[in-house]
């Protein structure tokens, strides 16, 4: 019969072949799925990253960011206040930069009543609860879009960590509780500890974006901040080779070494092999950026009804998660954390 054509002589049985081992006994209800969960998703592990723009009021929809928006100074302390409410325990700030203050060196993040360390302050001043985590970074300001000084078509390292440095001393200043220089110049780190250090600010963390790809993933964040038409060239001579994964443990090694307080691996989900490494190399504070590029196209896709954005949302963090990570920056979280609290 049918049966003994499917299941030739000899055939071992499943149990046979399991030795009675059944590892689905254990997922067969909620209650024990819960129950041996190994990994969980929660609103501490959440970092919202915000954008801020000059202006009063101000709230503009980032077209390649569908529920992101620009803020201004005034609605990015009511959402700091709303993100404190959820319970999500920091923002981190990117600037929109008005085009007349942007030049060759991006010498406005020089300024201390910049856009950045105005929203610092305001958000410090109104909800001192939260922590505020800033970018030293001179891709806002500069005109070219570049991290650095970009001098005969060369990012030049030294002039830009001096520049880098002061600019992490004024967020200081200004409140940021962290500073996470996302340049990936040779040196940062060490300078900016010496000098948050030599200028009282010895509470203040560091967070380094030890390893940072060069990656198609920041397209729509080059949208938000306004770089995308002014990038020239791409970012290779100082972001990671995405083919590499011991460089990476070098970055971190080298960062940690110089002071940081804690890692971040940016972009995020195409990653998770690096989270992964540099947690079982170094077992200390470990982060992901879960880019714009990966939030876009989680949203996209459900707006198109080809997956279910926030089973897909969820499932992305807590791969994170299962990673390693103690947090993820992701502009889902006021979304996920309003959930989690729900
Ligand atoms: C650069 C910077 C980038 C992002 C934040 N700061 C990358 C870039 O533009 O090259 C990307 C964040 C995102 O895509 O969400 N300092």
């Known amino acids: 019969n049918r049966q003994t054509r499917l299941k030739p002589a000899g055939a071992r049985t499943v149990d046979e072949i399991t030795g009675s081992r059944r590892l689905r006994r254990m997922r ?28 009063k009021n101000v709230r503009e929809p980032i077209p390649a960011m569908p529920g992101v928006f620009r803020l201004s100074v005034d609605l990015a302390v009511k959402e700091a206040e709303r993100a404190a409410k959820l319970g999500i325990p920091a923002i981190a700030t990117f600037p929109n930069v008005d085009m007349s203050l942007r030049d060759q060196t991006g010498s406005h993040i020089l300024d201390p009543q910049n856009i950045i360390n105005r929203t610092t302050s305001a958000i410090k001043a109104a909800v001192p609860e939260i922590g505020v985590i800033t970018d030293a970074a001179l891709d806002p300001f500069t005109s070219h879009g570049h991290d650095g000084i970009l001098r005969d078509g060369i990012i030049v390292n ?79 001579t100082y ?86 990570c103690d947090g993820i920056l992701t502009y889902f979280a006021p979304e996920v954390a309003q959930m989690l609290k729900g």
């Open 28 to 55: 067969k209800a909620d209650w024990s799925r819960r129950l041996v969960q190994e990994n969980h998703l929660t609103v501490d592990d959440l970092i919202w990253p915000i954008f801020v723009i000059d202006g």
């Open 158 to 236: 030294d002039e830009t960590v001096e520049q880098v440095t002061a600019a992490a001393v004024l967020q200081a200043a200004a409140g940021a509780d962290i500073i996470a220089p996302s340049d990936m110049m040779d040196g940062r780190i060490g300078a900016i500890r010496d000098a948050l250090d030599a200028n009282g600010f010895q509470d203040v963390a560091i967070m380094s974006y030890a390893t940072k790809f060069a990656s198609a993933f920041y397209g729509p964040y080059r949208e938000a901040i306004g770089t995308q038409g002014l990038l020239k060239g791409d970012k290779k």
């Open 239 to 324: 972001y990671l080779d995405h083919a590499n994964s011991d460089e990476a443990i070098r970055e971190a090694e080298q960062d940690l070494a110089e002071g940081a307080d804690m890692l971040m691996v940016k972009p995020g989900l195409p990653y998770l092999d690096i989270i992964r490494r540099l947690k079982d190399e170094f077992q200390v504070p470990t982060f992901a950026y879960q880019v714009s590029g990966e939030y876009s196209m989680i949203k996209a896709a459900s707006a198109n009804g080809w997956i279910d954005g926030e089973k897909a949302m969820l499932e992305s963090l807590l791969a994170f998660k299962r990673a390693g």
